[in-house]
């Protein structure tokens, strides 16, 4: 089954200023069916929240993980939800 599901990650390493948050943007268009955000955070990190058919979720989540990313990813922790909604599309904060 591919309920919709809302997935919050956070991305460690040199992530910011390095076009990370819009390649994120790009790939949830790409995989499509994801609305959301990317977010730089004050500690350096940034959040990603895709909401959607869990399959999609996945796929973003294992692309933040792979190492295809700009700059460099040292970790990401990701925690599952319910969908909350409000979102138009997949933002860049």
């Given at each position: 089954?591919n309920?919709?599901v809302?997935?919050?990650?956070?991305?460690?390493?040199?992530?910011?200023?390095v076009?990370?948050r819009?390649?994120?943007?790009?790939?949830?268009l790409?995989?499509?069916?994801?609305?959301?955000?990317?977010?730089?955070?004050?500690?350096g990190?940034?959040?990603?929240?895709a909401?959607?058919?869990?399959?999609?979720?996945?796929?973003?989540l294992?692309?933040?993980r792979?190492?295809?990313?700009?700059?460099?990813?040292?970790?990401?922790t990701?925690?599952w939800?319910t969908?909350?909604g409000g979102?138009?599309?997949?933002?860049?904060?």
């Open positions: 089954m309920e919709n809302r997935l919050t990650a956070w991305v460690r390493g040199h992530v910011q200023e076009g990370f819009w390649f994120t943007r790009a790939n949830a790409r995989i499509g069916d994801l609305i959301g955000f990317a977010s730089n955070l004050s500690d990190r940034v959040q990603v929240v909401e959607g058919p869990r399959m999609g979720c996945e796929q973003l294992e692309w933040l792979t190492g295809d990313t700009p700059g460099r990813v040292d970790g990401v990701e925690i939800d969908p909350r979102y138009e599309g997949f933002e860049i904060r």
